[in-house]
T-cell receptor
Framework: DQQVKQNSPSLSVQEGRISILNCDYTNSMFDYFLWYKKYPAEGPTFLISISSIKDKNEDGRFTVFLNKSAKHLSLHIVPSQPGDSAVYFCAASGTGSARQLTFGSGTQLTVLP | NAGVTQTPKFQVLKTGQSMTLQCAQDMNHNSMYWYRQDPGMGLRLIYYSASEGTTDKGEVPNGYNVSRLNKREFSLRLESAAPSQTSVYFC??????????????FGSGTRLTVV
């Protein structure tokens, strides 16, 4: 049973437009959420995170929104650039038995020039 | 900065063979992890080491063993490889046994094929 779900395996967006990547979680013990970006033949790299005490965190073109009541988070990229084309993983952690990062299955983002 | 270094990058094994995947980090991190990535499954935790001298099972530990050789090195061993272990393996490290703030730093991966 996947505790972190990314239901869209792929997403295509035109350059300059907004990319919205979604993630749902089921474990109520999760209280910290991260997004990772992965290029082919490389390891995932940390992109942005958010604590459950916040509902929004922004870093340049990247904004993460958290809706705790819906157990849903999203990553917004504005404006999207061709270099953003990669696989994006949502990850979550909590305390106790949930303290290690649990990852979603990833979304392949393609930004078309 | 080397970060997390994994060797080898590619490996082909025959069913039943054994091998050890090596991982080393130079960031003085306390915690280290082994994940596998499979299509449609994301990254799944195999084993982790919260600190030097400790190891614990993750979500998918069957068929694997680990050794935290020292603070820098964390190896993953396949005693008798099976085709189901064909995957890309990632080692990661973090300052503490929590994904807070800086998350994990990952190596570039080992692509393993078992035939």
């Amino acid at each position: 049973d996947q505790q972190v779900k990314q239901n869209s395996p792929s997403l295509s967006v035109q350059e300059g437009r907004i990319s919205i990547l979604n993630c749902d979680y089921t474990n109520s013990m999760f209280d910290y959420f991260l997004w990772y970006k992965k290029y082919p033949a490389e390891g995932p790299t940390f992109l942005i995170s958010i604590s459950s005490i916040k509902d929004k965190n922004e870093d340049g073109r990247f904004t993460v929104f958290l809706n705790k009541s819906a157990k849903h988070l999203s990553l917004h990229i504005v404006p999207s650039q061709p270099g953003d084309s990669a696989v994006y993983f949502c990850a979550a952690s909590g305390t106790g038995s949930a303290r290690q990062l649990t990852f979603g299955s990833g979304t392949q983002l393609t930004v078309l020039p | 900065n080397a970060g997390v270094t994994q060797t080898p990058k590619f490996q082909v094994l025959k069913t039943g063979q054994s091998m050890t995947l090596q991982c080393a980090q130079d960031m003085n991190h306390n915690s280290m992890y082994w994940y596998r990535q499979d299509p449609g499954m994301g990254l799944r935790l195999i084993y982790y080491s919260a600190s030097e001298g400790t190891t614990d099972k993750g979500e998918v530990p069957n068929g694997y063993n680990v050794s935290r050789l020292n603070k820098r090195e964390f190896s993953l061993r396949l005693e008798s490889a099976a085709p189901s272990q064909t995957s890309v393996y990632f080692c990661a490290s973090s300052e503490y046994d929590l994904g807070r703030n800086y998350g994990y730093t990952f190596g570039s991966g080992t692509r393993l094929t078992v035939v």
